[in-house]
């Protein structure tokens, strides 16, 4: 039997929601990616060009500290990477998760919430970070039936 996990960043709870939807609809395991400082309301004002969302984004080689590691990444056969979608694609903390593990050969599968931006620069993205895992199309699941659509997975 595959071994699940759904591993998420959120800042404002939102992909949260969906990660624990998720998770719970396929059995799946779950893990926070938590960042060591947490993100205050004004870390998040995307039109301040000096909060630290804006900073973090706007420097492609930022990666912002974790929290806490993963439990073993190497017990997961199929991992799904939630994210809001933060300037037409994942932040910055997301890439620090994946450049932190060996994905190699396993399956990846995005998934996002967004305000208004699409998934798709998100998904290449994504790819060019962690080139050695099997990635499978993502979802943009602001309207989504997230249940219908976890269930088939």
Partial sequence: MKKLLVAYFSASGVTAQAAETIAETIGADLYEIRPETPYTPADLDWMNRRSRSSVEMNDPASRPAIAEPAADIEQYDTILVGFPVWW???????????????????????????????????EQSLKSHCPSAVWKPGKLLNHADIKAWAKSL
Avoid: W
């Fill in 88 to 122: 037409y694609v994942e932040p910055r903390i997301v890439d620090t998760f994946l450049e932190s593990y060996d994905f190699s050969g396993k399956t990846m599968i995005p998934f996002a919430t967004s305000g208004g931006s699409g998934i798709g620069k998100a």
